[in-house]
């Protein structure tokens, strides 16, 4: 069975500074991991996903992550927070060739100015 | 490119009343649709998976014959929430994937709240 737990239910930073948020995951098999973002009232937009090609993987708007299986990690960075990137991020994962998505219970990004 | 619609982005209804939410694939075929529901300051749960031509699958502990799911074009999913009450009130979300491809595209959702 596959599950992803986000350590995080809210992050502040301020403009300028790194981002981490973070994320652990639990699956049987070769899992894809994604990251989605999720502004109030909107849909999701996928930021990055991993599966099983390069461990470092970059998205959109800045942010990357790094696949660490030995630590069964995921963690989403950004070298440097913008106001817009205020919103709630969701990490997701997927076991083997399943189509089912299980996702985290989300960080909430807030950017101070 | 890999757009998905839902309409209506809200919708208010009375108790007891039927509502129906529709997902579009706009430039793409969905082969298979999900449906998920949020609650507040909640993740995503999964409601159902539908292929296009077939049945639903529900996921355990949703009422079939109250969330009525038909996924009869490559492009076109309905998600139709029947006799609902106020504790159905919630953000629905359908996410749409073509066949051979990994990525789920998500809609932005429709908010449902019921009287």
């Known amino acids: 069975a596959q599950s992803v737990t986000q350590l995080d239910s809210h992050v502040s930073v301020s403009e300028g500074t790194p981002v981490l948020l973070r994320c652990n995951y639990s699956?049987?098999?070769?899992?894809?991991l994604f990251w989605y973002v999720q502004h109030p009232n909107k849909g999701l937009q996928l930021l990055l996903k991993?599966?099983?090609?390069?461990?470092l993987v970059k998205g959109i708007n800045g942010f990357e992550a790094e696949f660490k299986k030995s630590e069964t990690s995921f963690h989403l960075t950004k070298p440097s927070a913008h106001m817009s990137d205020a919103a709630e991020y969701f990490c997701?994962?997927?076991?083997?060739?399943?189509?089912?998505?299980?996702f985290g219970s989300g960080t909430q990004l807030t950017v101070l100015p | 490119g890999a757009v998905v619609s839902q309409h209506p982005s809200w919708v208010i209804c009375k108790s007891g009343t039927s509502v129906k939410i529709e997902c579009r694939s706009l430039?793409?075929?969905?082969?298979?649709m999900f449906w998920y529901r949020q609650f507040p300051k909640q993740s995503l749960m999964l409601m159902a998976t539908?292929?296009?031509?077939?049945?639903?699958?529900?996921e355990q502990g949703v009422e079939k014959d109250k969330f009525l799911i038909n996924h009869a074009s490559l492009t076109l999913s309905t998600l139709t929430v029947t006799s609902a009450h106020p504790e159905d009130s919630s953000f629905y979300i359908c996410?749409?994937?073509?066949?051979?491809?990994?990525?789920?595209?998500f809609g932005p959702g429709t908010r449902l709240t019921v009287l």
């Open positions: 991993y599966t099983s090609a390069a461990t």
């Open positions: 997701v994962v997927r076991e083997g060739s399943a189509r089912q998505l299980t």
């Open positions: 699956s049987s098999y070769s899992p894809s």
């Open positions: 430039d793409f075929q969905a082969t298979t």
């Open positions: 996410s749409a994937r073509t066949s051979g491809r990994d990525t789920q595209y």
């Open positions: 539908s292929n296009e031509g077939s049945k639903a699958t529900y």
